[in-house]
């Protein structure tokens, strides 16, 4: 029987018993760097090994341009390379280099494109002036351009290197090629005797482009850490992965892949791929560089000392953390933001990549899925549990097995015949529904969808040409070319109301497996030399399939509604500008402790690279996790960005109700926390669509001096105002929670003031896990709790006014309809609190314009004041001029038994209006 054969004989025998592979990550499905000859390759260079020298250094049509030519010329076939260097608004400098078009390489090498904003271009800075310099004794010039406020871009010409630096002097920021491994395999046509194909674990990769890779080192200067490059199940602050007292590691992998089981500590790349690192050190100064490419990319973190034999002597002084990159294909397209604070490199990245979306209000609440919840009556049971157990949720979801033999965009009509009506049903109760939409497609010619695609011609195709032909959940299955804006807009058009039969206005969808997943597929994906738009390779653009799926399905939300409503979209795989299109979360986690812990950094890294609509499964996907694990589980998930409970279908039902009174108390507890918090997320949020910056987000993000944070990766600061320290042990008594700054921090169960700028080793109880709010701060809250999120807009708001030790706190609250984009023109309430000098007033952060406004007549009923020093003996409302009373009262209306604090009640101000509140 041919391998061929056989392969297909296990998949039938595989479909026909319905149970899909239970599979533990096993290392040797997966290429290790040696397995892969451009890692290989790569990393055996030593320092010192490019030769290129740059020539004709000119400005030209406002960017410098270079020509980078090997020193010593003996081979033929090294062609020039063309360098541009682009400079944009708020210090970022672009860095290109690519073959000379005009020297017809075999091939034009692919470019991302759909990644960079549009209007980004209009950024540019239009560069007239070049100076030369002779830099500490090159015997060659250097070119300097002007980058931003107080820093430059170099391109030394002998040896070649580009690095930003700061004005007068030579302090630098960011450098590529300043240990000589920058290296370009150029195209270029087989010599007679060339065998290009590469083989692994029975696949051959035809390779008919030969070898194609890139790679440079990048050094940050000032640095302690680096961070970013998910998605990898590891340490925030990212481990040196070669180097003289480092432990042989790979390098990290960025490659998307569906990892079954995947390990909690490990450089192996999962399913999504952000080329973007930022380093940070004791200067509190950050920086970062992003490289748009969408090829199979290994990135080394080099320990100090790892060059110590190349004899290159660096002249800069700093403290640099040097890296690695290397990539199987495409172009350089690298960006390097200056900071220098953390929050200037993300809103620098993100004005390259795009906003995060602005979710609507349900999406940022509570999310129940598993796989599968079986039947209408399977759900009509769940959905009326949460009531009886008076715990809110607003999206319930449907795996794979509510459609029609995984073809998507159907229902399995004997278990789910009236979706309309069941999604209804939700719908009353301000409920959605999630349904899962995956990117292979059954190959089934009675399936309307394959039919269409297949005549249309819109699959991806083999190596043959022929429609690529994998095996997925539904067995044989082909997948859409999304990369084709042409088959984007078919497939957006696939979710109206007409064409995705059973929907209705409350369905949202769930992109999975679109890394892709393909089950007999090299390392469980898409071949290497399958075919896209224009003969791309899939190679060339791997990383970006995912991304290019969940744009497409985004599109299509936005275009159901006729652009009026919010999408939402949960993708598993993403890259670089994922964040425009929706949330993702981090997979197939397992019920263990280790996963529980590794969720933090996971999320911290996504946040910090643009993808701030994050979580992990709560509970773990894999395994059944004992009672104590699925509480404190809970109780850290509510503070994740996207809070949603899944598990597959081989584990026990776990539904919050189903572990005795005591535990469904705490989960309801930890559930309640969330939705007492969402006019805080939601503000979040927004500030996150504003600036991209992330809703969760590391110590050093607000304390970017205090290095004890810079390794934390058990505690965050869910924005500016709270930090939260997850408990990752069995049974614990005790947690070390580190607070920093000099200001106090008040425990959020018992407003109590704990000192800041120590650790502490606090008590620690099931009931929760410890969170603290930052003095100096105000948090405005809604503390009475219905059924779902939706049926909260009316209620009133409570603030929480934390002082500092000028008795002084601010906060924001931002409302809008939760769901369209008329916030986009200026329908939203936007509000800064600001408490100082014994008052309390309430400002517009942005004065709205325009016609269309959004108003609310939701009053704030409560405003609790922590840390007040003086006496108080009532309060005066202005512009009303009516006095009110202060009292001691529970710090949270429900919830045990919460201690008295001191307390406004029913002040009665519009969250709408100006007003002031002055303490008497
Ligand atoms: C893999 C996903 O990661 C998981 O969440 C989902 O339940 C299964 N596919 C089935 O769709």
């Not at 949720?393 to 278990?415: E, N």
């Not at 399958?530 to 299509?556: I, K, P, Q, W």
């Amino acid at each position: 029987m041919s391998t061929l054969n056989f392969i297909s004989l296990f998949f039938i025998l595989f479909l026909t018993f319905q149970t899909p592979p239970v599979l533990s990550w096993k290392k040797d499905e997966f290429r290790n760097c040696n397995q892969t000859p451009f890692c290989k390759r790569a990393r055996s260079r030593q320092p010192a090994f490019s030769s290129l020298t740059a020539h004709q250094v000119t400005i030209s049509d406002g960017d410098l341009t270079a020509r980078l030519i090997p020193k010593n010329q003996t081979d033929g076939q090294i062609k020039p390379l063309i360098l541009s260097l682009s400079i944009y608004q708020d210090g970022i400098a672009r860095l290109k280099i690519d073959e000379d078009p005009t020297l017809n390489p075999p091939k034009k090498r692919f470019e991302v494109p759909d990644v960079v904003l549009p209007e980004f271009e209009s950024k540019k800075l239009y560069l007239q002036r070049l100076s030369k310099e002779s830099i500490d004794g090159d015997v060659g010039p250097s070119s300097v351009v002007y980058l931003f406020d107080s820093y430059e871009a170099v391109v030394r010409h002998d040896p070649f290197e580009v690095y930003v630096r700061r004005k007068g002097g030579n302090s630098r920021v960011l450098s590529l090629n300043s240990h000589g491994l920058f290296d370009f395999e150029q195209l270029r046509v087989k010599d007679e005797d060339e065998d290009w194909g590469e083989r692994f674990k029975g696949h051959t990769d035809t390779r008919p482009y030969g070898p194609q890779s890139i790679s440079f080192d990048v050094s940050f200067y000032d640095s302690d850490f680096v961070y970013g490059i998910p998605e990898h199940a590891t340490s925030f602050a990212l481990k040196p992965t070669r180097g003289p007292n480092v432990e042989e590691s790979e390098p990290y992998r960025l490659f998307n892949l569906d990892v079954f089981e995947y390990i909690h500590d490990s450089p192996f790349g999962l399913y999504g791929s952000i080329p973007f690192m930022l380093s940070h050190g004791k200067s509190g100064q950050t920086s970062g560089f992003f490289w748009l490419n969408a090829a199979e990319m290994q990135i080394d973190v080099l320990g100090e000392g790892w060059n110590a034999e190349s004899g290159i002597l660096l002249r800069s002084k700093q403290k640099t953390i040097d890296t690695f990159w290397m990539s199987e294909a495409g172009i350089v397209d690298t960006f390097f933001f200056v900071g220098p604070s953390p929050k200037d490199v993300v809103r620098q990245y993100i004005s390259v990549t795009g906003k995060p979306v602005m979710p609507q209000l349900f999406a940022t609440a509570y999310h129940q899925c598993r796989w599968n919840y079986r039947d209408e009556e399977d759900v009509e049971q769940v959905d009326s549990n949460f009531d009886e157990h008076d715990i809110p949720y607003d999206v319930l979801w449907l795996d794979i097995d509510h459609t029609d033999g995984k073809r998507y965009f159907t229902w399995d009509r004997v278990l789910f015949p009236n979706p309309e009506e069941m999604q209804r049903k939700l719908a009353a109760k301000g409920r959605h529904m999630v349904t899962i939409v995956d990117p292979h497609i059954k190959r089934d010619d009675s399936y309307w969808l394959h039919k269409e695609a297949t005549q249309k011609g819109y699959y991806v195709k083999d190596a043959t040409e022929k429609d690529y032909d994998g095996w997925c959940w539904p067995g044989s299955s082909s997948y859409l070319d999304m990369v084709n804006p042409e088959i984007r807009s078919w497939w957006g058009d696939k979710f109206s109301y007409e064409n995705y039969a059973g929907s209705t206005p409350s369905l949202y969808i769930w992109n999975d497996m679109n890394e892709p997943s393909v089950f007999n597929g090299p390392e469980v994906t898409m071949p290497r030399d399958a075919l896209h738009l224009g003969s791309v390779e899939h190679r060339e653009l791997h990383n970006a399939y995912g991304y290019y799926f969940h744009m497409a399905t985004s599109d299509g939300l936005v275009k159901r509604e006729h652009g009026k409503d919010r999408p939402f979209v949960l993708s598993r795989a993403f890259f670089a500008g994922s964040q425009r299109y929706g949330a993702v979360w981090t997979g197939d986690n397992t019920a263990d402790w280790d996963q529980l812990r590794v969720s933090v950094p996971m999320i911290l890294t996504l946040g910090l690279t643009g993808m701030t609509f994050s979580g992990a499964d709560v509970g773990g996907f894999f395994g059944n996790p004992d009672t104590e694990l699925l509480v404190r589980w809970y109780q850290l998930g509510a503070y994740y960005p996207f809070f949603r409970a899944h598990a597959h279908h081989d584990t026990k039902r776990r539904e919050p109700w189903l572990f005795g009174e005591r535990n469904t108390e705490l989960i309801r507890a930890a559930i309640h926390v969330r939705y007492t918090l969402l006019p805080y997320f939601y503000t979040l949020f927004r500030e996150a669509n504003s600036t991209g910056i992330p809703v969760v987000r590391p110590l050093w993000m607000e304390f970017p001096s205090d290095e004890t944070t810079f390794k934390n990766d058990e505690a965050f600061m869910v924005g500016n105002a709270l930090l939260v320290q997850g408990i990752y042990t069995e049974r614990a008594k005790h947690a070390s929670v580190y607070l920093p700054g000099k200001e106090s921090w008040y425990d959020m169960r018992t407003g109590t003031a704990v000192k800041g700028g120590v650790t502490h080793k606090l008590e620690v109880s099931e009931e929760y896990i410890p969170a603290f709010q930052r003095a100096g701060t105000i948090i405005p809250r809604r503390d009475r709790f219905r059924r779902s999120s939706t049926q909260m807009v009316n209620d009133p708001f409570t603030l929480v006014v934390a002082l500092n030790s000028s008795q002084a706190a601010e906060g924001e609250l931002y409302v809008d309809d939760g769901k369209s984009f008329e916030f986009l023109n200026g329908a939203f309430i936007h509000r800064r609190f600001s408490f100082s000098n014994g008052q309390l007033t309430s400002v517009n952060v942005v004065p709205t314009a325009g016609k269309s406004q959004f108003s609310s007549d939701c009053i704030i009923e409560r405003i609790i004041l922590l840390g007040y020093s003086g006496g108080l003996k009532g309060a005066m409302i202005q512009p009303a001029n009516q006095k009110t009373e202060i009292e001691r009262a529970p710090l949270r209306l429900q919830g045990g038994h919460s201690p008295a604090v001191v307390t406004i009640r029913k002040p009665g101000v519009r969250i709408a209006d100006d007003w002031t509140i002055k303490f008497l």
